[in-house]
C-alpha cells in the first residue's frame, strides 16, 4: 500500500480582502500598518476577522474571503470544489494559481500548476490565430518547442483551421474560445486548475471540451482541481470535493456525498411557495408548493414529484377544475395535468379545499422549470384564478449513470424504452 | 517506502511571505520565449493595418527633428556646436531620448494595461517590463540605423560635419544603452507600482515625461544652458538623462561634456532606481490583483 503520494497540499490557507474604495484613506491605513511592521508588531487590520458573508452588513472594512483552508490532493486525483457564489471558489483557484498571494498560510506542491481561468486572455486582436496561438501558450508557461510540437493538434482541436492565419479580431467570440480552449487543452502541467471553462462554446464543442478533460484526468492521469456550479460535471468529472461556505471548508468528502451535503446546507431560505390572500365573494388559489426529491428546489430525474395546492372557494362552484402546466425557461409549457369535477368531485362546498397531485415517476429532463396554474370553472365558463411562473424548481440528472454525460437542452423529456438488438 | 523523505520534496510554495528581492533568474530563463513573443508582439502589431507599416519607424523621428531643428536651432537660435548639423544634434538627442522615455512610459502602466492577463495567469511578472524595454530596445536600434545614415550623409557627402568626431568613448555605448533601459524601467515598474493603488501618479507620467525633456539637454547644450540660465543649471546638470544624452553627443559627434564623475553619478542613480524599482514592483506583483 504505502503512504499517498500527496501532489498538493495547502496548509491555513486565508485570504483578507479589502471592503469598499480603495484609494482615498488608503494612505493611511498603509502608514498604520508600516509603523506596526517597524516596531515588530503584528498588522493592526489583520486581527478584525469577520467571516464573508455578502448579505449582511459587517463592522469592518476587511474581510476573510478565506478562513483557514487545509486540504490534500494525491496524484492523479479529480477535486472538485463546490461552493455558492462568493463562497471563496475563486480566490483559491487565484491563489492555486498565483495570481493572488494568500494573507496567511501556504501551499506546497510538488508539481507545476496552470490554469484555465476564463481561457483566452492575453489574446491579441491585430494577431493571428496562428500566432495567437504561440503567445497564448507562452503565457500559459509551455515554450515555443512545445507549442511547435504541437500546433497542428491544437488547430485540429480548435476546429479554426480555415482562420489560423487571419486576425482573430475577426473572428466569432466562439471561434475564439475554442482557440483559446484549444491551446490550454494541450498544456501538460501535473496540476491543472480549470474554472467553468465548460459553460463555453456551442454545445458540439462542450461535448468536446469535456471529453478532453476526462482524457486528461482520466486517462492520462492528471490532478486537475475543478470548480463548477454545475453539479452534472461536477459528478461525472471528480471523486472528491471539497465544499466551500463562507470563506471555511465546510465539507470534504467523496463526491456523491460532497454533493448532498452541498445540496442540504444551501437550502433555498425565501419562501418558494406560491401564497396569496383570499379574495372575498371570489375563488382563487391561495397556495401552490412543489415538493421536490431534494432540498432546495432539486429534483432528481425519475424520482416522485409532489404539488399540492390551497384553493379558496367562497360559494359552491359547480364543473370546476384545476389543470396545471410545468413551464421551462423558455416559456414553453412541457406537460399539462388537470383534474375536474366531473371525474373528482371537487369545490362543491365553500370553504378552503386541498388538492394534491403526485407524478410517481418525473420523467422531465435537467432544466429549470416554472409551474402555470390554471382554477377555471366548466369549459367555456369562468376562469377564476390563473398564475404563472410560480414555484421554480430544477431538476438534475446526476444521480443517473449513463456512460456519456447529461448535456443541457438535449431534450425535453426521456421515455421509459426497452431497445432489442439483434445481428441478422 | 521513502514516502517520508519524499514529503518534504516539495517544488515550491506559494505563501505569503516576500522575500526582499525575489529575482528567481531560472524562472525568467524558462519563460524566455514568452519575453520574445511579447517583444514580437509589441514590435510587429503596433503598425498593423497600416499602409507604410515599419516605415513609421523611420518617419517618426525624422518629423520630430526636422521639426525641432526648425523651432530651437533656426527659430530660437540656440547653437548646436561649431560644424555640427543641428539636425544631427537633435537626432543623437531625440534618439536617447525617446529610447528612454518610451521604456519609461511603456512600463509605467505594466500593472494596468496588463491587468486583465496579471489576473488570470502567473508568469514572472517581470517578463512584462522588461519586453517593454526590449522592444523599445528595438526601435532604438532602427533609430540608431538612422542616426548613422544621416551621419554618413552629412561626414561624407556634405562635409557640413567636418568637426564631428567619434571618438573611444564610443566603446561605453553598451553600458550607455543598458543604463538608459534601468533608468526607465526602475522608474517605470516603481510608478507602475504604486498606480496600482494610486492613480494619481498616471496623470503625473502623462505630463512629467514632458516637462521632463526640457530638463534633459534634448535640444540644446548643456553648455548653453549653463551660460543663459546658470541659477538653474543644477537642475538639468544633476538630472541622470542629460548626462547619458550629453554623453552619447559627446561619444558620436564630439560635443558635449563627458566627465566619469558624472557618469559615475548617473550609473548610480540609474542602479539604484532600478534596484527600488524591483523591490517595490516584487511586493507589488503578489498582490496587485487585490488593489488594482
Not at chain 1, 330 to 346: A, G, Q, V
Request: glycine share 8%; aromatic share 12%.
Amino acid at each position: 500500500m504505502g503512504k499517498k503520494d500527496i501532489i498538493l497540499k495547502a496548509e491555513n490557507i486565508s485570504k483578507q480582502y479589502r471592503l469598499g474604495l480603495v484609494g482615498t484613506g488608503t494612505i493611511g491605513a498603509d502608514l498604520n500598518r508600516w509603523w506596526h511592521s517597524i516596531r515588530g508588531k503584528e498588522d493592526p487590520y489583520l486581527k478584525i476577522g469577520e467571516s464573508n458573508d455578502r448579505s449582511t452588513k459587517g463592522e469592518s472594512n476587511y474581510v476573510w474571503a478565506l478562513n483557514d483552508i487545509n486540504f490534500e490532493v494525491e496524484r492523479g486525483e479529480v477535486l472538485g470544489i463546490i461552493g455558492k457564489n462568493g463562497a471563496g471558489k475563486s480566490t483559491l483557484l487565484k491563489i492555486l494559481s498565483k495570481v493572488t498571494s494568500p494573507t496567511t498560510g501556504e501551499i506546497k506542491t510538488k508539481g507545476r500548476i496552470a490554469s484555465l481561468l476564463e481561457v483566452g486572455t492575453g489574446f491579441h486582436g491585430e494577431m493571428t490565430g496562428r500566432e495567437n496561438i504561440f503567445l497564448n501558450g507562452a503565457i500559459l508557461g509551455m515554450t515555443k518547442k512545445e507549442i511547435k510540437s504541437k500546433i497542428d493538434e491544437i488547430i485540429d482541436f480548435s476546429g479554426c483551421e480555415r482562420y489560423i492565419d487571419t486576425p482573430v479580431k475577426r473572428y466569432s467570440s466562439g471561434m475564439t474560445v475554442r482557440l483559446a480552449f484549444a491551446v490550454a487543452a494541450f498544456l501538460e502541467p501535473e496540476i491543472l486548475v480549470v474554472d467553468e471553462v465548460l459553460a463555453v462554446g456551442d454545445a458540439e464543442f462542450q461535448k468536446k471540451a469535456i471529453g478532453k478533460m476526462q482524457d486528461i484526468s482520466k486517462g492520462e492521469g492528471r490532478t486537475v482541481l475543478f470548480v463548477s456550479h454545475n453539479m452534472q460535471s461536477i459528478s461525472s468529472l471528480t471523486n472528491r470535493c471539497i465544499v466551500l461556505e463562507k470563506g471555511n471548508k465546510i465539507f470534504d468528502g467523496n463526491t456523491s456525498d460532497s454533493i448532498d451535503f452541498y445540496l442540504k446546507n444551501n437550502k433555498v431560505t425565501e419562501e418558494n411557495d406560491y401564497k396569496a390572500e383570499p379574495i372575498k365573494d371570489l375563488p382563487n388559489i391561495l397556495g401552490v408548493s412543489v415538493k421536490t426529491s431534494n432540498v432546495s428546489k432539486v429534483h432528481i430525474f425519475g424520482e416522485p414529484l409532489e404539488i399540492s395546492f390551497r384553493l379558496n372557494v367562497p360559494f359552491s362552484l359547480k364543473g370546476a377544475s384545476l389543470s396545471f402546466q410545468i413551464v421551462d425557461k423558455h416559456e414553453s409549457p412541457i406537460l399539462h395535468m388537470w383534474t375536474f369535477d366531473s371525474e373528482k368531485e371537487m369545490c362543491r362546498k365553500p370553504g378552503v379545499w386541498k388538492l394534491k397531485c403526485v407524478i410517481p415517476k418525473l420523467r422531465l429532463y435537467m432544466g429549470d422549470y416554472t409551474l402555470k396554474v390554471y382554477f377555471t370553472g366548466p369549459p367555456g365558463g369562468e376562469k377564476y384564478d390563473i398564475i404563472e411562473g410560480v414555484c421554480p424548481f430544477k431538476v438534475e440528472m446526476f444521480k443517473i449513470y449513463r456512460e456519456f454525460e447529461f448535456r443541457p437542452n438535449t431534450c425535453k423529456y426521456i421515455e421509459d424504452s426497452n431497445w432489442l438488438i439483434n445481428q441478422e | 517506502m521513502n514516502s517520508t523523505t519524499k514529503q518534504n520534496d516539495w517544488l515550491y510554495t506559494i505563501s505569503p511571505r516576500r522575500k526582499f528581492i525575489n529575482l528567481n533568474f531560472k524562472e525568467i530563463w524558462r519563460y524566455r520565449d514568452l519575453l520574445l513573443l511579447f517583444v514580437k508582439r509589441d514590435v510587429i502589431t503596433l503598425y498593423k493595418q497600416t499602409v507604410l507599416g515599419p516605415l513609421w519607424y523611420l518617419i517618426q523621428p525624422l518629423f520630430t527633428t526636422l521639426t525641432f531643428t526648425l523651432i530651437f536651432n533656426n527659430l530660437a537660435n540656440i547653437p548646436t556646436g561649431d560644424g555640427i548639423p543641428s539636425f544631427l544634434f537633435n537626432l543623437a538627442g531625440l534618439s536617447c531620448w525617446n529610447y528612454f522615455s518610451t521604456s519609461f512610459t511603456g512600463t509605467s502602466s505594466t500593472f494596468k494595461s496588463n491587468q486583465g492577463v496579471f489576473g488570470k495567469v502567473y508568469f514572472p511578472r517581470v517578463i512584462a517590463p522588461l519586453s517593454v524595454v526590449i522592444s523599445n530596445l528595438v526601435k532604438f536600434g532602427i533609430r540608431l540605423l538612422v542616426f548613422i545614415g544621416f551621419y554618413i550623409y552629412f561626414v561624407f557627402f556634405t562635409g557640413k560635419a567636418s568637426l564631428a568626431s567619434p571618438n573611444l568613448t564610443l566603446l561605453l555605448l553598451p553600458v550607455l544603452i543598458v543604463l538608459m533601459a534601468l533608468l526607465g524601467l526602475g522608474f517605470g515598474m516603481l510608478i507602475s507600482s504604486l498606480t496600482t493603488k494610486y492613480r494619481d501618479l498616471t496623470y503625473l507620467v502623462g505630463f512629467g515625461v514632458q516637462l521632463l525633456m526640457y530638463g534633459s539637454a534634448v535640444m540644446y547644450p548643456l553648455s548653453y544652458f549653463k551660460e543663459k540660465l546658470p541659477e538653474y543649471s543644477w537642475l538639468v546638470e544633476y538630472n541622470p538623462m542629460t548626462v547619458f544624452i550629453e554623453l552619447f553627443r559627446y561619444m558620436t559627434l564630439g560635443v558635449g561634456r563627458f566627465s566619469i564623475s558624472y557618469f559615475l553619478y548617473a550609473a548610480g542613480i540609474s542602479i539604484i532606481c532600478f534596484l527600488l524599482g524591483l523591490i517595490v514592483f516584487n511586493r507589488t506583483e503578489k498582490n496587485f490583483i487585490d488593489t488594482v
